[in-house]
């Protein structure tokens, strides 16, 4: 195991099975709505979990990436920023967003808003993990991988500082490293 992992809370074996329930359960729910999403995720920590995700829908689905900045150590900051922006119009499109994590909800919140501005029609969220306890906006996933304690994770795409994405896992980061 990595030095700066205390334990591994979703092993790589467990996020493949799940990466292929969900991208069958999305895919047969458009298909009862006779829709294919526009698949938008957020850069950088989704791309592990979108990577493995898209292989199971089985759909001919189009992805686009937005960056936008909400997190610093390990606080989340209110107001989001936009790095960058989708390359196409969202306008009467169905938006599938992928998340990481929901932690406090703020991100998806304001993303979710920011896209229906936007003219899209409908927008389903679906996120690796989720940390209901630390929620302090009213918003949820349509689609979560796994529910998580309050702890700070990393890997399979989560951070701390810009490191860590590339454990093929997901695990409690060790408290030395931040407080
Ligand atoms: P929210 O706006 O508070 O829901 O924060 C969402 C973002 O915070 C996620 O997309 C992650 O980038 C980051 N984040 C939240 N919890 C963790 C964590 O435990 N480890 C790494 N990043 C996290």
Redesign the pocket.
Known sequence: MHEAVDKILVSQEAIMKRCQELGEEISDDYRKKNTVPYVVA?LK??VPFLAELVKHIDLDIQFDFMDVS??EG?E?IGD?KINKDLDCSVKGLSILLV??????????KEVTKLLKNKGAEDVKVVSLLD?PD?R?VEIEADYVGFEIPN????GFG???DQKYRNLPFVGV?KREYYE
């Open positions: 957020l920590g989704s909400s997190y390990t989340s989001i998340e990481d994590i929901v932690d406090t909800g703020r991100t998806l940390k630390r302090t702890e700070f994770v990393i989560l951070d701390y980061l």
